[in-house]
């Protein structure tokens, strides 16, 4: 074609839109992804433009590049029918995937036509005549993607949307976007370590810019129930009941939180309402499995529970976990849940098979690994009554050396089991040498090195403590 490729590369480069904003689909599940952008357009009208957007994107992920252009062209629809005064402006992102998308299809004069486009409105706009334009409306669409593609991108996402703030402080759906944010990355610092950055005063603003978000009512309700304030949550609940009585990621979050409560037929008959609504979300599948696998537990804490009702419900909740990671393959949470059912029931040989499923995966972050090998220790010590391999995988996870709360959650335990065993008179020199372990692990040097000397006394011969302590002395 007359126009060159080369240059063309450059000046896709240069465009704002999903293909420059590195979001990489080995983090997401297509499938569940695109469901889940399919199901916010059928409830949540106002991000049209934005949700049409990323859908062509996933389309184009999943090699569909026809239904991406469709998507594109519903995309302009919805900026004519909500924006009709401001086409250009809210443009840029959905001619940068069009201009990315005919590129891809070697279609490369009408790539150059979108191109143009967007370098001839930046123009207008820009006093500089510079065509790479700093719009806050493309810095908000940036971090409702970024979000979007999970928890790798939250700190981006915020970023995004703390710089559509500096030209607009008073704007709903940028305070939405940054509380969202906010929260979403205080949830992964509890879950994972680090630095918890609190939401509170994020989302109570965006619930006053915007008293009919009845989402981000939902997500300050939680924050308070996390801060122990439940019943200030719990109006904020009621009030979005009342108002979105038939929104689904409202009442997702709504029965998350009467689940929290211990009111689990409440959330339960919230989730099932809404699963009629949106029959394919992983979210609602997993929510239902929790709420069975805790009437289970509540059950069982009565005593003598009827058998027959307990196995219904452990049924149901295996069926709606393995349904959510039919959906959603890489979802951690829902084979660990299963896992756990499994064991709920007596089923230990399913149980184990799930748990060695998940150690056999190679793409798990450290906090994943180190949160596994706390819930198998488990496992072994409550359910196979192993506390010899108990011991082994909590060590396993505390020789990962993130920080995180999977790891902290095994130091606790094998240091509670090892000191239980201790005092019970019934040690040996394994156990305190594994002690000294646990410290050393832990980078307590000096207590590492008084546990070690205590083993090498009842096992004066042993080389793996002798070793340890002369390490552990030389690097005092």
């Not at 499938?31 to 952008?37: M, S």
């Not at 759906?173 to 630095?195: H, I, M, P, Q, S």
């Not at 805790?294 to 049924?315: D, F, M, S």
């Not at 909590?394 to 902290?408: H, Q």
Request: some cysteine; glycine content about 4%; proline content about 3%.
């Amino acid at each position: 074609s007359t126009i060159s490729k080369n240059s063309l590369e450059a000046s896709l480069q240069q465009l704002e839109c999903h293909f420059t904003w590195g979001l990489l689909k080995q983090d997401v599940t297509l499938e569940a992804l695109q469901q889940a952008i399919i199901d916010h357009l059928e409830f949540v009208k106002e991000y049209s433009v934005t949700d049409y957007n990323i859908l062509s994107y996933v389309c184009h992920l999943k090699n569909s590049n026809e239904e991406a252009l469709r998507n594109l062209k519903k995309a302009e629809e919805a900026v004519r029918k909500h924006h009709p005064h401001e086409i250009a402006r809210r443009s840029l992102v959905t001619w940068g995937n069009y201009a990315w998308i005919y590129y891809h299809m070697e279609r490369y004069e009408e790539a150059q036509t979108y191109v143009s486009k967007v370098e001839n409105s930046c123009k207008k706009f820009s006093s500089t005549g510079h065509w790479k334009i700093q719009v806050p409306e493309i810095y908000a669409e940036q971090g409702w993607a970024l979000l979007r593609f999970g928890r790798n991108y939250f700190e981006r996402a915020k970023n995004c949307f703390e710089n559509a703030l500096k030209s607009e402080p008073d704007n709903p759906d940028f305070n939405a976007g940054y509380a969202t944010a906010t929260y979403r990355l205080e949830d992964v610092a509890r879950k994972y370590g680090g630095e918890v950055s609190p939401s509170l005063e994020a989302l109570k603003r965006a619930v006053e810019l915007n008293p009919n978000d009845t989402t981000i009512m939902a997500l300050l309700a939680l924050e308070l129930q996390r801060l122990n304030r439940a019943s200030e949550g719990k109006r904020y609940i009621e009030e979005g009941l009342q108002k979105t009585p038939d929104l689904p990621v409202f009442l997702r979050y709504a029965a998350s939180f009467y689940r929290k409560e211990q009111q689990v037929d409440k959330a339960t008959e919230i989730l099932k309402k809404t699963l009629a609504l949106t029959p394919n979300s992983v979210f609602l599948h997993h929510q239902l499995g929790l709420c069975y696998k805790c009437k289970v537990l509540q059950l069982k804490k009565r005593g003598y529970p009827p058998q027959k009702e307990v196995e219904n419900l452990i049924q149901l909740a295996i069926f709606h976990f393995k349904t959510a990671i039919e959906k959603k393959p890489v979802f951690f949470y829902a084979y660990i849940d299963l896992a756990n059912t499994y064991a709920l029931g007596k089923r230990y040989k399913e149980a184990e098979e799930t748990f060695q499923e998940m150690f056999c995966r190679n793409d798990l972050p450290c906090e994943d690994k180190q949160e596994l090998c706390f819930q198998y220790g488990n496992f072994q010590r409550f359910h196979m009554n192993s506390e010899l391999k108990a011991i082994k995988y909590y060590i396993e996870g505390l020789k990962i050396e993130e920080d995180s709360s999977g790891r902290r959650r095994c130091r606790s335990a094998v240091e509670t089991l090892l000191k239980q065993k201790i005092s019970s008179g019934l040690e040996d020199a394994t156990d305190i040498g594994t002690l000294g372990l646990v410290h050393s692990l832990s980078g307590e040097k000096l207590k590492a090195i008084e546990y070690y000397k205590k083993a090498i006394v009842l096992d004066p011969n042993n080389e793996e403590y002798q070793n340890a302590l002369f390490k552990l002395q030389l690097s005092i």
